[in-house]
């Protein structure tokens, strides 16, 4: 991988920290705000329903965002890019389609064949 490739991965992983960040930021103020405003039994009830929505797209926000701290960690240490499982490279269209892939596409098939699962 070069200078290049690193730097756009560093700069998409970090553009990507932020949206979640933000987006959880503008998620707690809204939580903030609809408690405020809370009137009767029925709309706490509503909210309630809502705002577990809310969570469960915030648990998934908190699992990218450990990817993206993963990745990140990796581009520091330079061992972005490497396959986890067998240590080969991982190859930058790969990376491209999914930054936070650890595995190279053979050791993902490998993975991922059923036949694995009988073993
Ligand atoms: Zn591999």
Not at 55 to 63: A, F, K, N, T, V
Not at 87 to 112: H, N
Request: hydrophobic share 30%.
């Amino acid at each position: 991988m070069n200078a290049t490739d690193l730097k756009y991965f560093k700069s998409y992983l970090l553009e990507q920290k932020s949206n979640i960040l933000n987006k959880s930021t503008e998620f707690r103020s809204e939580q903030l705000s609809a408690k405020q405003g809370l009137i009767d039994e029925a709309e706490v009830a509503s909210l309630d329903n809502s705002l577990s929505l809310s969570i469960q797209l915030h648990e998934r926000d908190r699992s990218v965002l450990y990817q993206i701290e993963k990745a990140l960690s990796k581009l520091e240490e330079g061992s972005y890019g490497q396959c986890e499982s067998c240590g080969d490279t991982i190859g930058v269209s790969r990376l491209k389609a999914r930054p936070f892939a650890s595995l190279c596409i053979q050791c993902k098939e490998e993975q991922e064949d059923p036949r694995n699962y009988l073993n």
